[in-house]
């Protein structure tokens, strides 16, 4: 099976991350492993992540949700982190607030992998 790798850097996204969390535990392909590299947030961003992480639980047929929450030095850095981290075959970055377009589309993705 295909793992796909979805990495989101956050930074006092509280008002952000519980959309992309949605809409990532919503989808139907569960070989996904979401990486959430917080830059050390003063908001409820890791709170947030890690009830989503509870919610994801790969034991019960969930995704795997890794949150690392520390200081770095910026975006790019927060970004390589993730890349370093990452155990899928495919990664994409995801940025909190934003969301996929439904439930198929880690799977739609997937199947034009598979094709291709």
Do not use: P, W
């Not at 989503?52 to 890794?66: F, L, P, R, T």
Request: charged share 25%; with cysteine; aromatic share 6%.
């Amino acid at each position: 099976m295909i793992k796909i790798t979805l990495i989101t850097c956050t930074y006092n996204a509280e008002k952000y991350i519980e959309r992309t969390a949605e809409s990532i535990l919503n989808q139907q392909y569960r070989a996904i492993e979401h990486i959430i590299i917080d830059g050390a947030s003063h908001d409820n961003t890791v709170e947030m992540a890690q009830n989503y992480q509870s919610k994801s639980d790969s034991s019960n047929g969930g995704h795997e949700v890794i949150i690392i929450s520390e200081r770095d030095n910026g975006l790019y850095d927060a970004m390589n982190k993730g890349i370093n981290m990452a155990t899928g075959d495919y990664l994409c970055f995801i940025n909190a607030g934003d969301k996929l377009h439904d439930e198929h589309t880690i799977a739609d993705i997937v199947n034009c992998i598979k094709d291709n």
